[in-house]
Every structure is written in C-alpha cells, then in structure tokens.
C-alpha cells in the first residue's frame, strides 16, 4: 500500500490497542450507569415553538423544513467520493462505517423534515431516529479511526442500538438516557481526537466535527435571538440545521484526499 505524509498511519501495540478497548468500554458502561441513574428530565414546555413559523407555497415551516436538505446533498455526496476510493486504500471498518453515516444523513433530512412540519413529541423522536445511524456511523469510523477496526464496529453497534432506544424513552417522557447520548458521544469525540490515527484509518479531522457540531448547538439554543438578529432572515434553528450538515464534510474531504493520493 503506498502511503502518504497527508495520511500518516502507524501501526500500534497489540496491548495498547486493547487498553484502548478496555478504555473506551469502560466509557460505555459509565454512560450507561449514568442514564440509568440520573434524574427524569422532562422536554421544555414550549420547545416546539420555534422562532421561524412562516409558511412558504404551502409548506408549513417552510424555512426548518428546507434547510433539512444539505442533510441529503451532504450523504449523496459522500457516498459518491466513498465509491470512488479504491479497494485498499481504506480498512473495510472504515468503508462501512462511512457509507452508514452518509446514509443516516440522507435520512436525517426526512425525518427532521417530517419533525418540522407539524412539531410535536412524536415528530421529534422519529428526527432522532433518523439521526441515530448517522451518529452511529460517525462515532464507530471515529473510533475505528484511532483505536480498532473491532472497535469502530462495537460501538456504531452500542450507539445504534442506545440512540434509538434513548429517542424513544424521551418520546414517553424522560429526556436524560438521549441527553446522555448527545453528551457521552461529544465526550468519546474528544477522547478519540486526542489520540493517533491507526494504519487504514480513513483520517477525517474530529476536531472539525466536534467544532461544527458545537457551533450548530449554539445556534440551536439561540433559535429566536438569530432570527431576531437577522430581521427575520434565518433563525437559530435553521442555521443550525446548514452547519451540522457540514459535520460530514471533513469526512468527504479525506475520502477525496485518499482518493488523491491514491494516483500520484
């Protein structure tokens, strides 16, 4: 396999590689015990109420609806440059795992889509259904990324299977196992960033994600000073959904870098 200095992969101790595991299981469980165990929270009285109620055509919403679409164009469009790489120059793990977040973002755009035209505590649940397998794609190439393909694989597993699960307990009431998701995911980013790149990683930039990600929820909980800010222009909300759409850039960038590479 030719190898380049924009993708400096390294091997790693077979012990490393497993205190890594241990590690990140024992991150899990933690989670885990914390959903459990923490407090019921309930959903804000008034969180459907979003800023931007201006219809448009016909189309309740219009601006919290239409702005779902990047989701779509962005998984379409790493599934493209996901296609092209050529066998080998990704780990199999990796290939998987990309190709699931950029399908859980094509369905991303139609459940929130679904969620913003009439709002309500079923609509939201199915938007976090539909986000679940992007963000079990996303975490499992993270950590197939910086520790094992074993491990990218298990925990797109936990995710899949604890994100979905956590909508649907928010949905009957209780808010803490899905903020423990949000929050336990962010913080195993930030572990996984701060950590090597292993040999086969695809190599996206966490970082950026993570940096994205936090610059959408800002947004998200500035939905009515946004919309107030800009005239009327877009709100919190809106905006938010054009930057988490960028969350899958990074990952279509080191697809196309691989690509690159892979003819010189």
């Given at each position: 396999?030719?190898?380049t ?34 407090p ?9 109420d ?26 379409a469009?790493?599934?493209l ?6 066998a ?36 939201l ?26 491990a ?58 993570i940096?994205?990600?936090?610059v ?36 279509v ?12």
């Amino acid at each position: 396999m030719h190898l380049t200095a924009s993708h400096p992969f390294i091997g790693q101790p077979a012990a490393a590689t497993r205190r890594a595991e241990t590690a990140l299981a024992a991150a899990i469980a933690l989670f885990a015990l914390l959903a459990a165990l923490l407090p019921v929270t309930h959903l804000p009285v008034h969180y459907h109420d979003f800023a931007d109620q201006r219809g448009w055509l016909g189309l309740p919403c219009a601006m919290d609806v239409l702005t779902n679409l990047p989701f779509a164009l962005m998984g379409a469009w790493g599934l493209l440059w996901l296609r092209r790489v050529p066998a080998g120059r990704i780990g199999a793990a990796q290939r998987v795992l990309a190709g699931a977040f950029f399908v859980g973002l094509i369905l991303t755009m139609f459940c929130s889509s679904a969620y913003h035209w009439a709002p309500g505590d079923g609509g939201l649940c199915i938007d976090r259904l539909g986000m679940s397998l992007a963000f079990a794609g996303l975490l499992g190439l993270a950590a197939a990324d910086r520790v094992s393909a074993r491990a990218g694989l298990a925990l797109a597993v936990v995710i899949g299977i604890a994100a979905p699960a956590s909508a649907l307990i928010a949905w009957a009431g209780n808010m803490t196992p899905w903020a423990v998701v949000q929050g336990g995911g962010l913080a195993l980013l930030a572990f996984l960033a701060a950590r090597r790149r292993v040999r086969g990683a695809l190599g996206f930039s966490i970082v950026a994600v993570i940096v994205l990600y936090a610059v959408a929820k800002a947004l998200e909980l500035a939905d009515a000073p946004v919309f107030a800010l800009t005239h009327g222009l877009i709100s919190g909300h809106s905006a938010k959904h054009l930057v988490a759409a960028l969350a899958g850039w990074p990952v279509v960038r080191a697809l196309r870098a691989t690509i690159l590479s892979s003819r010189s």
